[in-house]
């Protein structure tokens, strides 16, 4: 059973902010969510992480609903630059469910 | 410092030879990991050591798969009698941590194919 589902792809206009949302439903007390962003070619990067609540970071920030069960990564007026796989990853402990990637969301963004 | 690192950068093989793959991760980290991504999909955990254990390889698909980390730095991931469902990028990663939650550093990963 996946630890988390999100949209396979997304598109959006330059200079519009982007949200991607990632479910976990069965998200664990002690689990952080963590979103990674991989171009083409390279290996994916971490962007950011949370536990509960608001996170923001130079570059992104994440919103934690108070249950936990999903969580929405948010991309302030995206440039072509941005256009990458976005992955999110629940888990606390290193196990191979813990480091459950899934397809990702292709966020593709358009002159 | 310098990133996590892999050699080499491409591999090309026949069906049935043997492989290895190497990775140089941070100096520091303890943990390492090794994914294995297919096309359009997201990396595929296969295995992950502490130091120079082998904490967790649930993720590698059979037997023809190895993976050692003799003096908890570098390491090599071994792959016998290649098939041709074996062609992937395969990527390693390291944390200084060994948690699900501590980030992971990815190397740019081994494209191999196999003929």
């Known amino acids: 059973l996946a630890k988390t589902t999100q949209p396979i792809s997304m598109d959006s206009y330059e200079g519009q902010e982007v949200n991607i949302t990632c479910s976990h439903n069965?998200?664990?007390?002690?689990?952080?969510i963590t979103w990674y962003q991989q171009f083409p070619s390279q290996g994916p990067r971490f962007i950011i992480q949370g536990y509960k609540t608001k996170v923001t970071n130079e570059v992104a920030s994440l919103f934690i609903p108070a249950d936990r069960k999903s969580s929405t990564l948010s991309l302030p007026r995206v440039s072509l630059s941005d256009t990458a796989v976005y992955y999110c990853l629940v888990g606390e402990q290193t196990g191979a469910n813990n480091l459950f990637f899934g397809t990702g969301t292709r966020l593709t963004v358009i002159p | 410092g310098a990133g996590v690192s892999q050699t080499p950068s491409n591999k090309v093989t026949e069906k049935g030879k043997y492989v290895e793959l190497r990775c140089d991760p941070i100096?520091?980290?303890?943990?390492l990991y090794w994914y294995r991504q297919s096309l359009g999909q997201g990396p595929e955990f296969l295995i992950y050591f502490q130091g120079t254990g082998a904490a967790d390889d649930s993720g590698l698909p059979n037997d023809r798969f190895f993976a050692v980390r003799p003096e908890g730095s570098v390491s090599t991931l071994k792959i016998q009698r290649t098939e041709r469902g074996d062609s992937a990028v395969y990527l390693c990663?390291?944390?200084?941590?060994?948690?699900?939650?501590?980030?992971?550093?990815f190397g740019p990963g081994t494209r191999l194919t196999v003929l």
């Open positions: 100096s520091g980290h303890t943990a």
């Open positions: 990663a390291s944390s200084f941590g060994g948690r699900a939650a501590d980030t992971q550093y």
């Open positions: 069965n998200i664990a007390t002690n689990d952080y």
